[in-house]
């Protein structure tokens, strides 16, 4: 949100998800959510008072004038009479931006949107040519700086630009007071997107195998100090890999037969389908104290 300018920039590997929105919403409403804007100066948050009362503030980054501000979600209401005297209305609501437009210009944005297409929105009086407001929706090639500041376990490299996921580990692997669990996976990225769905099972057969390889030398793991470890596994249809590691050095050879034995299987498996490749995901596991 600038002086007379709002904009919402939507990367173009957004687009299935931006599909599904405009899908599932009635024809009267589009609510977005917004990532956080690293490129602002300020932010807007809903702040509740002592009396239980909510109201928007603009909180800015110390030193800095505020010029540019990061809004949490935009909604696009399509339900502004013509008689209003209005051609749109665009106004700060909660930590988001509200726009109002009418049913026409709703058709036009949805069919924008579904086009790829850039779409402007004149905000003001329709009897005056004192404009004062834009609220423009574009379209961008510009890659997210997703999980800035993560280095991987494996060798020490950045992790940004991947794309974090949950790993649904059914059980616990325990052994000698310790317990081994898995609970995200990091995608490489390909083009800024994924070559099929995110492959959940894949990922959680993979943690099992590990786990379950693992599970005999969890406490002289944890001793040596290797509590956090990461798995890279690289697929594609004339080569397969997998990297083991902790505090960015490679795991002990000594490691590499359970290892071998339990992954090279799962991993075969999972170059069966062939419209998932190429596929390089990382994979986060812990050992902590098994306290009950």
Not at 67 to 72: L, P, R
Not at 173 to 201: I, T
Not at 268 to 286: C, N, Q, V, W, Y
Request: a neutral charge; hydrophobic letters at 35%; one cysteine or more.
């Amino acid at each position: 949100v600038e002086m007379g300018r709002s904009c919402i920039e939507i990367p173009l590997r957004k687009y299935n998800e931006v599909m599904k929105v405009i899908n599932s919403s009635n024809e009267h409403v589009i609510r977005i959510g917004a990532s956080f804007n690293t490129e602002a100066d300020s932010h807007l948050v809903c702040v509740q008072n002592k009396h239980g009362l909510y109201h928007t503030q603009a909180i800015s980054a110390t030193g800095h004038p505020r010029k540019v501000t990061g809004a949490s979600f935009v909604v696009f209401k399509g339900a502004l009479k013509t008689s209003s005297g209005f051609l749109a209305k665009s106004s700060i609501i909660e930590d988001g931006l509200l726009v109002e437009i009418t049913p026409e210009m709703m058709e036009s944005l949805r069919q924008a949107l579904r086009d790829k297409r850039d779409f402007k929105i004149t905000c003001g009086k329709t009897d005056t040519g004192d404009i004062k407001e834009y609220v423009d929706v574009c379209w961008v090639q510009k890659e997210e700086k997703t999980n800035k500041g993560i280095l991987s376990p494996v060798d020490g490299k950045p992790m940004e630009g991947t794309q974090r996921d949950k790993v649904p580990q059914g059980r616990d692997f325990k052994r000698e007071g310790k317990v081994m669990k898995c609970n995200e996976v990091y995608y490489f990225l390909k083009d800024h997107e994924l070559a099929s769905p995110v492959p959940r099972q894949f990922a959680e057969e993979t943690a099992i195998a590990c786990s379950t390889a693992l599970c005999p030398f969890l406490k002289t793991l944890k001793t040596n100090g290797m509590n956090k470890i990461g798995l890279r596994v690289s697929i594609d249809l004339d080569m397969v890999e997998y990297l083991a590691g902790s505090g960015g050095h490679l795991l002990p050879p000594n490691y590499l037969h359970e290892l071998d034995s339990a992954l090279i299987p799962v991993i075969h498996r999972g170059m069966s389908d062939a419209t998932s490749l190429p596929l390089k995901m990382e994979l986060i596991f812990f050992i902590i104290e098994h306290l009950f």
